[in-house]
């Protein structure tokens, strides 16, 4: 897989391979890959249990209560808040366009279950 060069004072997720992201009632929470402890953990401006999250080399996308928050995937810091006034709240979800490595990751882990879970019986 290709990586670019991070510039100097720039975080990406590249630079970070650290950390692995949890959305959950209404906060987002990085860990430690290695031990599990928290890094940093940021409370949403609006709060719902179910918390999808979408990374890419910058950002850390997470959407509570019908309204998209974006995050510094290294501090957690707030980067932009869009309430999207007048479409309501609840559960909503994101789409994201991933590289061809990830998706072909993906349909091999699947078919890898699909095949594991089939069961012959003589």
């Known amino acids: 897989m290709l990586r670019r060069e991070v510039a100097p004072g720039e975080h990406t997720m590249a ?3 650290d950390l ?3 959305g959950i009632r209404g906060r987002v929470v990085a860990l430690e890959r290695s031990t599990g402890d928290i890094v940093w953990t940021t409370v949403l401006v609006s709060g ?3 918390v999808p999250l979408v990374v890419d ?3 850390l996308f997470a959407i509570s209560g019908g309204e998209v928050t974006c995050l510094d995937p290294s501090t957690g810091e707030v980067l932009w808040h869009n309430g999207l006034k007048g479409y309501g709240t609840g559960y909503a979800t994101f789409a994201q366009d ?3 490595v ?3 990751a993906a349909a091999a882990q699947q078919a890898a279950a ?3 879970s089939t069961t012959t019986f003589s």
Do not use: M
């Open 15 to 17: 630079a970070r391979p």
């Open 20 to 22: 692995l992201f949890v």
């Open 102 to 104: 990830v998706s072909a």
């Open 48 to 50: 719902s249990t179910l």
């Open 57 to 59: 080399d910058r950002h």
């Open 98 to 100: 991933l590289p061809p």
């Open 114 to 116: 699909a095949a594991a």
